[in-house]
């Protein structure tokens, strides 16, 4: 595997499932300090809990360290520090560093400036790799495969940047059926209608949006969760575009999409720091 993640694109199918393999390895056998002495940087100049935490919380189950800079938006940057100096910076400070930037080559920009491996947490608008192979992860502990089903993607298709680094992934498993709805209750029923196994939401991405892009809204209630079998994925956060009812069904698998991303970011920080 690379030495940074970067981009879905850079996946290989067999990179992909062995990365399953080893999430599920780590989860069942407790290794506790296979990174021992290493230590993971976070740096955060956008808002996040789960990524992060769950990096973080990786990283400790692995029995290495973590240095974090939340709200980086804030630290030199203020004083005009440019993201290659600051990643210049904390590669000489760390093995490993977790980037997530409103620039959408911030990845690029941080992977020329430093000595150790990086991963995109969330490049703007662009992508973030690791949610779409936690994503994927969750759908084949699900049902049990990724092949041969249709995946109905719904939300803010053209901001989601879980969304674009999902649909990429997808394009190396057989015979993936993708329908993406962006904003309409009609094309959304006309979609539930063709029979999906996964149903994928997202947030609007209200802070990437002009002030006419705003007025949008959308909403799965009870009547959506009814139309259909499929399991019902979120990256989180969500807002108002998911009823609380749904939350309480089966079919509601985004709090699980949390717990294997745990491992799998796990299994991301063992493949490149061993
Ligand atoms: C997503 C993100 O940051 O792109 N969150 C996440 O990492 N799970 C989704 C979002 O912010 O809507």
Redesign the pocket.
């Known amino acids: 595997m690379n030495k940074h993640i970067i981009t879905a694109d850079q996946f290989t199918r067999m990179e992909v499932e062995k990365l399953f393999g080893l999430a599920d390895y780590i989860r069942s056998t407790n290794i506790s300090n296979i990174l021992q002495g290493l230590t993971l940087a976070t740096l955060f100049y956008?808002p996040?809990t789960?990524?992060r935490l769950s990096f973080e919380s990786a990283m400790h189950k692995l029995g290495g360290n973590v240095i974090s800079v939340e709200n980086a938006q804030f630290s030199s940057v203020k004083k005009g520090e440019s993201l290659a100096d600051t990643i210049k910076t904390i590669s000489l400070l760390s093995d490993c560093i977790v980037l997530?930037h409103p620039d959408v080559n911030s990845a690029q920009i941080a992977v020329k400036n430093s000595n150790v491996p990086i991963i995109n947490g969330?490049s703007g608008y662009g992508e973030?790799p690791t949610?779409a192979l936690l994503d994927l992860y969750t759908v084949q502990k699900e049902i049990g495969k990724i092949d041969n089903l249709h995946y109905v993607l719904v939300g803010d298709i053209k901001y989601?940047?879980?969304v674009h680094s999902l649909v990429k992934l997808l394009s190396l498993f057989k015979n993936i059926k993708i329908t993406e709805v962006e904003y309409s209750r009609e094309s959304l029923h006309q979609a539930l209608r063709n029979k999906p196994d996964v149903i994928y939401l997202?947030?609007v991405?209200l802070e990437r949006m002009t002030e006419d892009e705003k007025k949008v809204s959308y909403h799965f209630g009870v009547e959506e969760l009814r139309m259909s079998e499929a399991i019902i994925m979120h990256?989180?956060?969500k807002n108002n575009e998911i009823a609380r009812e749904v939350d309480e069904s089966d079919k509601a698998v985004y709090f699980k999409q949390v717990e294997n991303g745990l491992w799998l970011r796990a299994a991301l920080l063992y493949t490149l720091l061993r």
Do not use: F, I, K, V
């Open positions: 956008e996040s789960r990524t997530r969330g973030h949610q989601g940047r879980t997202t947030r991405q990256p989180l956060p």
